[in-house]
């Protein structure tokens, strides 16, 4: 009787144990490493997941880009910029998915292998921590910047608001060696392409008034573009600010509530 007893009692703790288990892994929550897989390549990228998420209901999902200097293979780095600092900072104000992608070595956001494994990692956030797809969010920084336009105007319709931050369309002269694309070569007014892609999609742009590294004017032409098309767009330049207008915009209170607000209508 004492040996069946035991028996059950064994059970018990298994079943127990396994339950507690699987609760832990179903609330897993902060900054999680992640991998996704495209073609034969392998991608490591980290999701930012609220404490308060749960399955009970759909999650709003933001696709931050990171700028030129976080570029590599670790799966890290890009957490250490950004929207993942201002998380760090103000972490009540992000009841939301955000996923960070790292795009590889001397390549930029725009590259076609980028956008790619981005969206994959996105795609893949989404089913695994159960996203509202008609709130999915697209912003980056400099290089991600230029990602967040080239992503935006060749997937329509994907995002419901999107936060470009001193980022562009035409690199600086200095860069123009690297043959960044973010419109194509033929579009004879590239800024006017790209805001016809975004058509009414709601942008915010941010930009520093003394960004000697993207000039503001790269930020402004595409306001004037997004304007003239009809769009939906908001400008903020940051009068003595240089290149970092990233801390800037990512604190703004009203930013992640106006982002939030946003919703794809069928």
């Avoid at 609220?50 to 890290?76: C, M, T």
């Avoid at 009540?92 to 070595?105: G, H, L, N, S």
């Avoid at 608001?161 to 694309?181: D, H």
């Avoid at 207008?245 to 919703?263: F, G, M, T, V």
């Amino acid at each position: 009787m004492q040996s069946i007893l035991s028996s059950l009692l064994m059970c018990f703790f298994m079943v127990a144990g396994f339950s507690a288990t699987v609760w832990t892994r179903d609330r897993e929550t902060g900054f999680l490493n992640r991998t996704v897989k495209v073609g034969s390549e392998v991608y490591r990228y980290q999701v930012y997941v609220p404490q308060q998420w749960s399955r009970q209901r759909k999650w709003p999902v933001i696709l931050f880009l990171h700028g030129a200097g976080e570029r590599g293979s670790d799966g890290f780095i890009q957490t250490e910029v950004g929207i993942a600092k201002a998380i760090r900072i103000y972490n009540d104000r992000f009841p939301v998915i955000v996923v960070m992608p790292q795009c590889r070595k001397d390549v930029w956001w725009p590259a076609e292998a980028m956008q790619g494994q981005a969206l994959a990692s996105l795609e893949q956030a989404v089913k695994e921590f159960h996203g509202d797809r008609a709130r999915l969010y697209l912003t980056g920084l400099s290089m991600g910047g230029y990602g967040t336009w080239a992503i935006a105007a060749k997937h329509p319709g994907l995002f419901a608001a999107l936060t470009p931050i001193c980022g562009g369309v035409k690199l600086p002269e200095r860069l123009r060696a690297q043959q960044v694309s973010v419109a194509p070569a033929e579009a004879a007014d590239p800024y006017g392409y790209i805001a016809g892609k975004v058509g009414r999609t709601p942008v915010w742009i941010f930009h520093g008034g003394d960004d000697k590294t993207v000039p503001p004017g790269e930020s402004i032409k595409m306001n004037q573009a997004l304007q003239a098309a009809g769009g939906q767009v908001k400008y903020t330049e940051y009068p003595g600010v240089g290149h970092n207008s990233w801390d800037k915009a990512y604190a703004e209170p009203e930013w992640i509530r106006w982002i939030l607000s946003q919703r794809l209508t069928k």
